[in-house]
């Protein structure tokens, strides 16, 4: 009897993890809004600003610890993490400045990440280095 009373109470245990577990992810969930996506030139050493606008898409308040970085084969860069703390199905707008690298190569392009808590997200923006200083053809001539 001892037995089947100590299975009941570590299944019921159990259960009660494992609900509050799935309601902490759900007041967690954290959506991207109008995320959009292109390519931006810039140039070795040239200023650019990230504006991401989120929503608690969850039933309770949440926090979250949100980072961005862009990302490549050549040439990254990491922002400075911020802290969001959002009531149910409220909005905001994080921003972040950075610079290309100096080394970042010409022709190089990183795609932006977007970190929080434990998880991320890659959206479609990519930064395409481009030269600082391009030569172009503006007349010529033939006689």
Known sequence: MRGKL???????????????????LESRALACTDCGGGVVDKSPSEAFTVEIGFKNVGKTEGTWRINIAFEGEKWTWTGTPQNLTL????????????????EAPIDSVARLIVYYDDSFTALKWWIHVVPKAELAITSSTVR
């Open 87 to 102: 009531k149910s199905y409220k909005s905001k707008i994080l921003r972040w400045n950075g610079t290309v690298p100096a």
């Open 6 to 24: 100590t299975i009941y109470v570590a299944v019921i245990v159990l259960l009660v993890l494992v609900n509050v577990s799935v309601i902490g």
